[in-house]
């Protein structure tokens, strides 16, 4: 990504906010493997590395066929573009995806589909988002939840607090977001620092704020800035060409610098 910055006309700030790190342990996942290979009607999968540990798992126990036929036998929603693509890559494309890509998308799909007195396996980035046993409850839903990774705080702290440092200094033009952890993070840590409600001016008045998608631009409102910017495609690429557009001079800008907030180390398949 930050090649296609250069490309682009910018200057890439790569700090990430985050560090996404499957469990050590792997009894989560297999419990999750093992939920599926008991039998459910419905399987969300909010995102791309859920998919990935859940369906590594299968294969470590040495149940991956009866896992892809359990799978088959259910109706698979994706909430999103990197979850929709792991499942693809696995062999199991889901039946649906949730529009919006959103919890309220995953309730709304679940709903109009007919989920009455059925097990819904459901697999997030952490807790259990608040909304889906309050919709489902009330419908008889059995609902089995899980997350089979954490994601952490940054690994370098000290790259954050100089990122803060250099948004509050106006060295930095436009910022993109590509996940909620990544937005709480930077906001958390300037709050230790004091310096939030200068962050979010600055993210607000002086920076081009960019999201990924519907899902981390809630988090930067819950933050008190509005995103400039949330593209359409929910994919890096086309964010950081619709961001180029954006700033001025659009694709014939010549300097200048974009913060890439990366969700996780290389080597994982980060999901928003």
Excluded: C
Excluded at 69 to 75: F, G, H, I, V
Excluded at 221 to 243: C, K
């Amino acid at each position: 990504m930050a090649e296609m910055v250069r490309r682009l006309g910018g200057e890439p700030y790569i700090a990430p906010t985050v560090s996404l790190k499957l469990e050590k342990s792997t009894a989560e996942a297999d419990r999750l493997a093992a939920a599926i290979l008991d039998g459910v009607d419905w399987a969300v999968f909010y995102t791309g590395v859920g998919v990935w540990a859940i369906f590594e798992a299968a294969e470590r126990l040495g149940k991956k066929p009866a896992f892809l036929e359990s799978l088959e036998a259910a109706k698979v929603l994706s909430r999103g573009r990197k979850s929709l693509r792991a499942l693809r890559e696995n062999r199991r494309p889901p039946d649906m995806e949730a529009d919006p890509g959103t919890t309220e998308g995953i309730i709304d799909a679940l709903t109009g589909a007919g989920v009455k007195d059925l097990t819904v396996f459901v697999q997030t980035p952490g807790g259990m988002p608040g909304a889906l046993p309050a919709a489902l409850a009330p419908l008889g839903v059995n609902l089995i939840h899980g997350s089979p990774y954490k994601i952490l705080p940054p690994e370098d702290p000290e790259a954050v607090t100089r990122l803060i440092g250099d948004l509050l200094q106006g060295k930095i033009d436009a910022i993109t977001f590509t996940s909620p952890p990544a937005v709480n993070n930077l906001f958390m840590a300037a709050d230790e620092a004091g310096q939030a409600e200068d962050l979010a001016l600055a993210l607000s008045e002086r920076l081009l704020t960019a999201s990924v998608g519907p899902v981390t631009s809630r988090a930067i409102r819950e933050n008190g800035v509005e995103p400039a910017l949330e593209t359409a495609s929910q994919r890096m690429g086309g964010l950081l060409q619709e961001l180029a557009e954006a700033l001025p001079g659009g694709n014939d800008r010549a300097q200048g610098a974009a913060s890439l907030q990366k969700t996780g180390p290389q080597g994982l398949r980060p999901g928003d």
